[in-house]
């Protein structure tokens, strides 16, 4: 009965879906202040039908109703717990609800925090966003029933991916979802703006917020996935560019550029067309995302969904929607009046070259990963796109986009000084040149991890540095006083772009890395980096769902032993699968990381040891870029709710 | 995407390279893995043999070895293994007449992205050239007709 009540919950959310979208978009038409109210409470409800029917599909999960196929598919009465809920998600079906339940909250975002906008503006919002979500609950009614009932009901399920039953699965997809789902509300904007042919600072003030905290979202969610791979894969690795994260990757360097623009739109009203563009870009590039991933379109063991009726479904909302955008676009950008003037030098130019970089890279992604797609297509010829692939092209845009980054901030809007703004970066670059010059006494070669290493701490200290520069006096001395009435969004900038210099020396340092492959006889000590490791024992265990093979190892240092790791084999009886759990101690900001594989007659057993210098960076790096997003988040003149005060005084000194 | 990175290697659970596989040369073997890196696992999605712990992936990494061994420099390995497997092996596509826009992407996206900016800057420009242009004595002298207050240019903007 839960279940059917899910059902149909969903069916009703389809209405409401269709009620948000046509009645507040015809009551905007007619100037009808009725009409367009039924958006927040339709957006609301719906929100909460989808909800209800999520809730009905998780407590099929948690209480193992066998009569569903996809609790039989993705379940097994004797999974851990979280994994139960978690593997809600961990299917096709399942995930797509997951991201229609983030859409339509989304949609319920909107409605309670949209006091301060035009009426106007919020009901062409929710319309587009009822669309969205009407077309998205379509797909999965007809080609995704995660309700789908079976008889008789199996005593047994098949379990859930093994790999995928880990503690990172349960934060990682729904971060995921809030990030680039979370660019629809951004998308719905940009839509209802050109729809209704309004596009000022304030429409800019409006969607930051969203901005930042899809933004956030999709930081957060990438680097969170990125560790989970470099935990569970056995060798270390975290990003494959693989299409499946490139999928991710899109929407995050989009939304990144547009971060920016919209500052310069919000602050000197400049870079209007871009930034809608970029509005719709970004959702965009998460709808295709979305395509390659469940259509199945890459043939490759990651889409869970493979048939192809699914595929010409999504393909239909891809194209109409982004179709749909862009020519609404199209014919109502060219009419946008010209912003704010300035010059080429100045915080606008800066950020109009951020932009530039960042679209050569995001362009480049997105060809790279759907190239292959499109030459079998047309030629029928069969080639790869890699990691060499992207990380030749992109390395020489991405460093130098890591260059300037402390330069714009050191500009002032419309007019800056490029030599003031260098002077005040010496510090950062004699300490970056002395940092790239110790980094390569201590690590040696490769150079261009020394170079990066270099570049890395001349961006964080060029970051930082525009803080402590703000915070002076008149006499020159930096004040703390000063420091703590600087703007939240101040911090924000420095801790986003400090983070973005920590995450790129944690990159830097992976070309410093040691790795051993060996087979370790027992009680013999093996060089990793700085470290000895020795096994101390091997023995099976019993996991709830599993079994293992664990090894105890002890990690040394000249003689002293700093800690013990337990790498293991698991083998999951129901799937017949095993997977490999690494061992992993963090000693300063590096990692000694030790994965196990077989065991041989002799008593040896093949391990793979590595040591990862300053590995962990790469993810509190992501953290503080996340960190710095919620600061500016939180300034007082951003946060979504005083746009309508914080737009009279409209004098205020642009910083 | 974790979750589904992680379903890449789903068939994998021991390592890819093995102690037993490896050669006994340093040198030798610092060649092979780099080689490894760059050839695809034909079984696997987007996974050079290097990681991957496929049969064939083996078979690949073994034949690395043997060809480095019997002398052979990395490229003329690379273009033994790129004959016999034809582009898909290779995970840097080579460059060839298909592959031209592919690599070219990022220039082209680069110098259509400046053109952009510059002719963008133009039309700015343009058109705020425009309201500095003076009024003809005539236009003036209608405006003055029509009693429209003489106004100061500099409070357009900003």
């Known amino acids: 009965m839960i279940v059917e009540t899910g059902h149909y919950a969903l069916v009703l959310a389809l209405a409401l879906a269709l009620a948000q979208f046509a009645i507040p978009f015809i009551g905007a038409r007619l100037n009808d202040a009725a009409l367009m109210r039924v958006a927040r409470p339709a957006a609301i409800t719906q929100f909460l039908f989808v909800a209800l029917s999520y809730g009905a599909l998780t407590y099929a999960h948690v209480v193992s109703d066998f009569s569903l196929v996809n609790v039989i598919e993705n379940s097994h009465s004797l999974k851990p717990f979280i994994y139960k809920i978690s593997g809600v998600w961990g299917n096709h079906e399942g995930s797509m609800l997951l991201w229609v339940l983030v859409l339509s909250l989304c949609g319920a975002l909107i409605a309670v925090f949209s006091n301060a906008m035009p009426d106007r503006l919020r009901a062409d919002a929710l319309a587009v966003q009822g669309l969205l979500g009407a077309a998205f609950l379509l797909f999965i009614l007809q080609t995704s029933n995660p309700f789908a009932r079976v008889a008789p009901a199996p005593w047994e399920g098949r379990d859930l991916n093994p790999i995928l039953q880990d503690p990172g699965l349960a934060i990682h997809p729904p971060l995921l979802y809030l990030g680039y789902v979370g660019f629809s509300i951004v998308f719905s904007f940009a839509a209802a703006a050109l729809i209704g042919g309004r596009i000022d600072a304030g429409w800019a003030r409006v969607i930051r917020p969203w901005t930042l905290f899809a933004w956030i979202a999709l930081t957060l969610g990438i680097a969170m996935g990125s560790y989970w791979a470099y935990y569970t894969l056995g060798w270390g690795g975290f990003w494959f560019w693989d299409p499946v994260e490139n999928a991710s990757l899109m929407p995050w360097i989009a939304g990144t550029a547009l971060v920016h623009s919209a500052a310069v739109m919000e602050k000197r009203e400049a870079l209007k067309v871009w930034t809608i563009f970029l509005a719709i870009l970004a959702f965009s590039l998460s709808l295709l995302g979305t395509f390659l991933v469940r259509s199945g379109v890459l043939t490759s063991v990651h889409a869970f969904a493979s048939d192809p009726d699914r595929g010409v479904f999504i393909l239909a909302i891809l194209v109409f929607f982004i179709g749909g955008a862009l020519a609404l676009f199209a014919l109502r950008a060219g009419a946008l009046p010209v912003g704010g003037l300035f010059s080429p030098i100045s915080r606008e130019g800066a950020l109009v070259l951020n932009n530039l970089l960042l679209s050569a890279c995001c362009a480049t992604v997105v060809v790279g990963t759907l190239y292959p797609l499109a030459l079998e297509a047309i030629t029928g010829e069969k080639i790869s796109v890699g990691a060499p692939f992207f990380n030749t092209v992109l390395i020489p845009i991405a460093l130098p986009l890591a260059l300037l980054m402390p330069i714009g901030q050191m500009l002032s809007w419309k007019r800056g000084d490029l030599a003031a703004a260098l002077q005040r970066l010496r510090v950062a670059f004699v300490v970056g040149v002395v940092a790239a010059a110790a980094f390569g006494a201590w690590y040696g070669t490769p150079f261009l991890s020394i170079v990066t290493a270099g570049i890395a701490i001349y961006l964080v200290v060029g970051a930082l540095s525009d803080l402590v520069l703000r915070a002076r006096t008149s006499s020159g001395r930096p004040s703390l006083k000063r420091l703590v009435g600087l703007p939240l969004s101040a911090f924000g900038t420095s801790f986003a772009h400090a983070g973005m210099g920590l995450t790129l020396l944690g990159l830097a340092a992976t070309g410093w890395g040691v790795e051993s492959i060996v087979a370790m006889k027992p009680s013999s000590f093996y060089e990793v980096g700085p470290y000895q490791i020795g096994i101390e024992s091997v023995s099976p265990r019993q996991g709830p769902n599993y079994s293992e093979v664990f090894a105890v190892m002890a990690v040394r240092r000249d003689g002293a032993t700093l800690a013990t790791i337990e790498p293991a084999k698991r083998f999951y009886q129901v799937r017949r699968m095993s997977r490999s759990e690494a061992g992993i101690v963090t000693i300063g900001l590096g990692q000694v990381y030790a994965a196990i594989g077989e065991s041989h007659e002799d008593g040896t057993i093949d391990a793979r040891l590595y040591w990862k210098p300053l590995v962990t960076l790469i993810w509190i790096g992501a953290l503080i870029m996340a960190i710095g997003g919620a600061l500016s988040l939180a300034d007082r003149r951003l946060r979504i709710g005083v746009a309508r005060r914080a737009a009279a005084p409209a004098l205020e000194p642009a910083e | ?158």
Not at chain 2, 48 to 60: T, V
Not at chain 2, 77 to 84: C, L, P, T, W
Not at chain 2, 99 to 114: K, M
Not at chain 2, 118 to 125: D, E, L, P, V
């Open chain 2, 1 to 158: 995407m974790g979750v589904l990175v992680a379903f890449l290697l789903f068939p994998l659970a021991a390592h890819a390279v093995t102690p037993g596989e490896m050669l006994d040369d340093p040198a030798l073997e610092a060649r092979a893995r780099a080689i490894a890196t760059e050839l695809r696992c034909l079984v696997c999605q987007n996974q050079s043999i290097d990681d991957s712990d496929a049969s064939l992936a083996k078979d690949l990494r073994v034949l690395v070895r043997e060809k480095l061994k019997e002398g052979m420099s990395d490229a003329q390995v690379r273009d033994f293994i790129h004959a016999r497997y034809g582009d898909f092996v290779l995970l840097r596509p080579p460059m060839k007449p298909g592959t031209l826009l592919l690599w070219s992407a990022p220039a082209i996206a680069l110098l259509a992205g400046a053109a952009a900016v510059w002719m963008a800057a133009r039309r700015r420009s343009g058109l705020a050239a425009a309201p500095t242009k003076a009024l003809t004595a005539e236009e003036r002298a209608r405006l003055d007709g029509l009693g429209v207050a003489r106004f100061d240019d500099s409070q357009s903007r900003d």
